[in-house]
């Protein structure tokens, strides 16, 4: 590798993508390169880390999520998941991504049964992922979330596990850092708004970072995120 | 309508009417030609009742680039960019089925958007309904906000504005407006002026073609809603989003491959607007084979083809050379593609089905020779007495502090959060400032521009003056994206009124277009395109005559765009602009004195010009800290929302001897509340001074506390609870 190597990070446009040309320009404002992946095909053009981005891909008429899992990229996307690859799945990137059975549990309308579109707090859980590498537990993030199924439930048993073995990301909060159902937005179980695997590798999230990179339109609870993905892809080239 | 009258009566068609078909064919139209004459010279299609008061408009100026009569207008914003904006009424469908009627309503506005070639940055929603202590309203307010977001929110464009108003005029008829900005290389747009060739291919892509929305335009938006609105329901189209983000990008993508000679969205009156459309612009004609359009359903009639209203489909027209490259990228998007004929010489619309020949008309007589109506007006008898018994004078026993919270806490004035974050704000990632503003600010990327947009109507102003309700609608809008610094450069307007057969709903018409055109040509905004919309009425009810005006402005850098919010402790507050007694109209007077009466507040357009001019050039210096402008409720209101959005307090002395009440809650006309920071105050005075406007020094911010001197005072976090519950309070029931 070379010392002036970008990474390079690819973002999935699924018919119905929204979020996929915000997702490539925080790519880019955070000195990475983005790499546009389209769903019919089968290769990942070298990419040291993947997104899967926000929107209503083929339109959600079954269930979120639960058709672009069987996308002839999402093959790649599971084969370069288990090879260790870094992969984001933001609000219906999550939704695919608990689908596709990536990460445990699903996400269903939300408590009030409204769309909901509001900037938020999160607590920074654990550094155990490609968003929060960076970031040290406890620290709070403001960032955007945007979704009419965003709320996160999984079995006792699956809910358990998450807890004991420290698979929440991110967590709603109020902006001091309090845990409470007042700043959960979508009544998620146990407030948990990002979600990792047992590797650590595959991260899922409703809130949308790529939203939040930019000063001129909002706060930038993004950057840590998007800048802690950046280089945690680069460390596994190096490693590599 | 009975099933015993004559066949051009049963669709909407006048015996007049049907005279004029004859002559155009020289003989009897068949019944397949008469459906297209029926939706092609409707009200909604034709403007029959209007083209005569709109030609009065101011349509020119430097900046436009497309003005009425196309899909939508388009102004320069500089570096080689158009902005493309349209606002557009689906008030009719949401009457009947509110969810599909206003979700097909911004479907219907994305879709002339993109067929002007411009990629969607921004959606609007002025809404009216009537008030939420009853059910029904409720339930249309809940199904209509559900709707927009429904459909909004699945495209990929962001909803960054509108406004919500409740009055008892909207009950039976809620007005559901809808508003879509687009941006476009200013030399790629789709304009009629494209040379299209004869030969060329009729392309329709998208969704099949089915039942629904058989007539639709003439079915309910020409006509008033009677009993029995529910069995309409099959009238009202059903919206697939998908398709349509689907439709947007491959559109676009075939206009930006140069692979299209034009692009026309299927809208009202389906096919047969779209074809003729299409023809009589070229000068040309058409052959159409209805047996090659992709039907969703078998056994589909012909004039059911032709007058379908299904959602989510376009038309290109393509040289036969590029067909192969047009059905590959809309393949790639997975949208079938069919070609339904070819523009052909001489200027016959002929149209086969099944081998037969089925119709055969002049194109140009379809769009361009429908009938024109000068229909009587009369300025209704009871107007006077209303504005005689005007309520600025009228004893008041409420305390001051009781009527300040009525008025904040009325639905009219109270936030709209329950709303607006039920809208996707933030997709495409350049709302610089997002809905709850007086403008909202969409970045245009790769630049530091950003458009000011803003949509205004003053609905209680027009039931008492609809040429002072026109006026200050579009006083308003423009004082509003002045605020945010930007300068106004042209709007588009949606004309929501009652029956125009009736000459007093006319004269509230005729009325209303002056106003607007007065306004529009002070403030150098000409009018870029529109709707009209009639029938807004149900049984003896009618709709306040409602024009809504969507302003669109440029500010050059976004970074100095000024706020509403107050930003800190010790900032000097201005008032720009005077308060007169002037209550006739206002918020105050119906909410605390139960009066819709009264003269509304005068309107100065040259000294309303004098505060944009001011507001624009102060921005331009970053000399404000916040600038907020007074609408209903008055100034008390302003500065309440000033203090909420910034979470910081205040305390004020209203100038002059008025009575507390009016000081508080008068609406007169061109005035803004802004702060500034208090060494740069004497900068701003001047400003103020050589701008020709007049300025007070009303007090300071700071501090929990909300200071009216001699009045009363509160806190921001009481005020601010009583602004943001109201509406959630109401629907709770």
Redesign the interface.
């Known amino acids: 590798m070379t010392e002036d190597r970008r990474p390079r990070i690819g973002v999935v446009t699924f018919?119905?993508s929204?979020?996929d040309?915000?997702a490539l320009?925080?790519v880019r404002v955070m000195g990475g390169v983005g790499v546009g992946l389209w769903h019919a095909d089968r290769d990942l053009r070298g990419v040291d880390a993947v997104i899967l981005p926000?929107?209503?891909s083929?339109?959600?008429?079954l269930r979120s999520g639960a058709i672009a899992r069987f996308a002839p990229i999402m093959n790649e996307v599971r084969g370069f998941a288990e090879a260790g690859g870094a992969v984001v799945g933001i609000c219906n990137g999550f939704q695919i991504l608990c689908e596709a059975g990536l990460l445990p549990g699903a996400l269903i309308r939300n408590r009030q049964l409204?769309?909901?579109?509001?900037w938020v707090d999160v607590r920074v859980e654990t550094s155990v992922s490609p968003l929060s590498a960076d970031l040290v537990a406890g620290e709070i993030l403001r960032v955007?979330v945007?979704h009419?199924e965003g709320q996160f439930v999984a079995s006792a048993g699956d809910l358990d596990r998450i807890e004991h073995d420290g698979l929440v990301v991110f967590r709603y909060c109020s902006p001091e850092g309090a845990t409470d159902e007042a700043h959960n937005p979508n009544g998620a179980s146990n407030g948990i708004a990002g979600l990792r695997n047992e590797a650590g590798n595959v991260v899922g999230l409703m809130p949308?970072p790529?939203?939040a990179v930019?000063p001129?339109?909002?706060a930038t609870g993004g950057q840590p995120m998007f800048a802690s993905l950046l280089s945690s892809s680069l460390a596994r080239v190096s490693a590599a | 309508m009975s099933a015993s009258e004559p066949l051009h009566r049963q669709l909407g068609l006048t015996d007049d009417e049907l005279r004029s078909i004859r002559w155009a064919l020289g003989r009897d139209p068949n019944r397949d030609e008469l459906a297209m004459y029926a939706v092609m010279w409707s009200e909604h299609c034709s403007y029959k009742s209007s083209k005569v008061h709109l030609r009065g408009l101011p349509t020119e100026g430097r900046s436009v680039l497309v003005g009425p009569g196309q899909d939508a207008g388009a102004v320069d914003v500089g570096d080689g960019i158009a902005a493309v904006f349209k606002l557009e009424s689906h008030s009719h469908p949401s009457a009947v089925e509110p969810y599909q009627g206003a979700a097909t309503g911004v479907g219907g506005i994305v879709r002339d958007v993109i067929s002007m070639g411009a990629r969607p940055i921004a959606l609007l929603d002025p809404l009216r309904f009537g008030p939420l202590d009853q059910e029904r309203n409720r339930w249309l307010f809940e199904g209509v906000v559900a709707g927009i977001g429904g459909y909004g929110n699945c495209i990929g464009v962001p909803t960054v504005g509108g406004e919500v108003q409740f009055a008892p005029a909207h009950t039976a008829n809620p007005t559901v407006n809808v508003m879509c900005v687009g941006l476009a290389p200013a030399e790629r747009l789709v304009t009629s002026d494209r040379e299209v060739h004869e030969g060329s291919l009729l392309v329709l892509f998208g969704s099949a073609t089915g039942r629904d929305g058989i007539g639709g335009v003439s079915v309910l938006a020409s006509a008033a809603l009677q009993d029995g609105a529910e069995e309409r329901r099959p009238s009202v189209q059903i919206g697939d989003p998908f398709a349509e983000k689907l439709l947007i990008e491959a559109s676009l993508e075939l206009v930006e491959l140069g692979l299209l000679e034009g692009l026309q969205d299927l809208g009202g009156a389906g096919i047969t607007c779209a074809v003729s459309e299409s023809a009589s612009r070229a000068g040309l004609g058409a052959e159409l084979d209805l047996g090659a359009v992709p039907l969703r359903e078998p056994g589909l009639e012909a004039f059911e083809i032709l007058t379908s209203e299904s959602q989510e489909r376009m038309l290109a027209i393509v040289h036969p050379d590029r067909l192969g490259d047009v059905v590959a990228v809309c393949e790639r998007w997975g949208l079938s593609t069919a070609v339904i004929g070819r523009l052909v010489r001489g200027g016959a619309l002929r149209a086969s089905f099944g081998g037969g020949a089925i119709a055969d008309v002049p194109a140009r007589s379809l769009v361009d020779e429908g009938p024109v109506y000068t229909r009587p007006m009369a300025a209704p008898v009871d107007v006077e007495d209303a504005i005689a018994d005007d309520p600025t004078f009228a004893a008041v026993t409420t305390p001051p502090d009781e009527a300040f919270l009525a008025v904040l806490g009325s639905p009219n004035v109270a936030s709209k959060r329950w709303v607006w974050e039920q809208y996707d704000s933030i997709v495409q990632g350049g709302t610089v400032m997002p809905p709850g503003a007086d403008a909202a600010l969409v970045r245009i990327d790769g630049t530091l521009k950003a458009l000011a947009l803003s949509t205004d109507g003053k609905g209680r102003f027009g039931a008492l003056d609809p040429y002072l309700g026109a006026a200050h609608a579009v006083a308003e809008a423009a004082r509003n994206v002045a605020c945010t610094g930007a300068t106004p450069l042209a709007i588009t307007n949606c004309l929501n009124f009652g029956n125009p057969e009736l000459p007093e709903v006319m004269w509230q018409f005729a009325q209303s277009v002056r106003g607007i055109a007065d306004a529009c040509r002070t403030f150098e905004t000409p009018v870029t395109g529109g709707n009209v919309s009639f029938y807004n009425e149900s049984g003896s009810s009618a709709i306040w005559p409602t024009p809504v005006i969507g302003m669109l402005g440029l500010i050059e850098d976004h970074r100095l765009a000024v706020r509403g919010a107050f930003t800190g402790n010790g900032s000097w507050i201005y008032l720009l602009g005077e308060t007169f007694a002037e209550l006739g109209g206002s918020e105050f007077a119906e909410v605390v004195l139960g009066s819709v009466a009264g003269r509304p507040p005068a309107l100065d357009l040259e000294r309303e010009r004098r505060l944009h001019r001011l507001l624009i050039g102060v921005a331009r210096t970053d000399l404000l800290e916040s600038a907020h402008d007074c609408s209903e409720g008055g100034i008390s209101i302003t500065l309440a929302e000033s203090a909420i959005a910034g979470g910081v307090g205040f305390a004020v002395a209203l100038p002059g001897d008025l009575p507390g009440h009016v000081g508080l809650f008068s609406e007169s006309a061109s005035r803004v509340v802004v702060s500034v920071a208090p060494e740069r105050a004497t900068e701003l005075e001047d400003a103020a001074a050589e701008a020709g406007v007049s300025f007070t020094r009303l007090g300071e911010t700071g501090g929990p506390g909300v200071v009216f001197d001699g009045l009363f005072e509160t806190t921001v976090a009481e005020i601010a609870a009583v602004y943001e519950e109201a509406i959630p309070k109401l629907l709770a029931g």
């Open positions: 018919p119905g929204l979020d040309r915000d320009r925080a926000g929107g209503f083929y339109g959600d008429y409204r769309f909901v579109c509001r955007p945007k009419g949308h790529e939203h930019d001129d339109v909002g």
